[in-house]
């Protein structure tokens, strides 16, 4: 019991400057931070709070379940932000990079590892194309976000998005779309075809002749998707405010907050061995 308590008190200021700090992620996190930031006054408040909730959890699931998520989403955010470097490199590439995706996913109200990935899918083929690190990325962003609004405006489930994405930068990294990698598109993202076709100035059908004659080249579809930005930015204007957006950005946001108390403090890491602390001695506690 001493030990526990010992090893709780060590870590109490940083659990409290965790909770703090989720105050302000936003009322869609509140449940969140209640769970994290009640009864951090003292540590002797805290243990008495969780005397309280023992009898009423279900085994440890709900302390052991808020541990996971902090260290989930600071892990996702990590290892995105290394998958990114390794296209970028590190210093102001990454940066820019990294700010980049963060603004796309919260302006098209996309997942931020969806938006990673799939900037640094483009970046890498562009690289490979011949482009400079800092031409692939700029040219990477762009479509991204290009990419991003027109899986939007489809209004497509996020699985049959990711299945078109993919098969989309497979075509491009392999010289050219067509075959399985071309139907993919065709079917489960038909806004993202229309945009390829409007931009080569094409039908649906006529864009389909080409993808079976090998003509839709990474260039020809990088240079449609390039000339469609525009349009697709002013349509995608007009989509109306959903819950599911709210709700999307909402979660973006607390991934980013992890990732900066991470990054400035340690603190999630703090937070969530806390929580695994209390949670592997409820019992020693609850019997005090």
Request: aromatic fraction near 4%; glycine fraction near 10%; charge should be negative.
């Amino acid at each position: 019991v001493a030990q526990v308590r010992d090893s709780v008190k060590d870590l109490g200021p940083a659990y409290q400057g965790a909770a703090a700090s989720a105050q302000n992620a936003g009322a869609g996190m509140v449940r969140t931070h209640r769970a994290i930031g009640d009864g951090v006054d003292s540590i002797s408040q805290q243990l008495a709070n969780l005397q309280r909730l023992y009898v009423g959890l279900s085994g440890l699931q709900g302390l052991k379940s808020m541990a996971t998520d902090v260290a989930q989403t600071a892990d996702q955010v990590n290892n995105l932000q290394a998958r990114l470097k390794l296209v970028t490199g590190e210093g102001q590439n990454f940066a820019r990079a990294w700010e980049g995706v963060q603004d796309i996913s919260l302006r098209t109200h996309s997942a931020l590892e969806e938006t990673g990935t799939l900037f640094a899918r483009l970046a890498q083929s562009g690289k490979d194309a011949g482009l400079s690190t800092a031409d692939a990325s700029a040219q990477a962003l762009a479509l991204t976000e290009t990419i991003n609004q027109a899986i939007q405006l489809g209004g497509a489930s996020a699985e049959a998005s990711k299945a078109a994405i993919t098969q989309l930068v497979q075509g491009l990294q392999s010289g050219a779309l067509r075959g399985d990698e071309f139907n993919s598109v065709m079917e489960q993202a038909p806004r993202l075809a229309r945009a390829l076709a409007d931009g080569i100035g094409v039908t649906t059908g006529e864009l389909r002749q080409m993808a079976e004659a090998g003509q839709l080249s990474s260039d020809v579809v990088i240079k449609a998707l390039q000339g469609q930005s525009q349009a697709g930015a002013t349509e995608f204007q007009k989509l109306p405010p959903t819950v599911g957006r709210a709700l999307q950005d909402q979660t973006t946001n607390w991934s980013l907050y992890i990732a900066e108390v991470d990054k400035a403090s340690n603190g999630s890491a703090m937070a969530a061995k806390v929580i695994n602390a209390l949670s592997a001695n409820l019992e020693t506690i609850a019997g005090l």
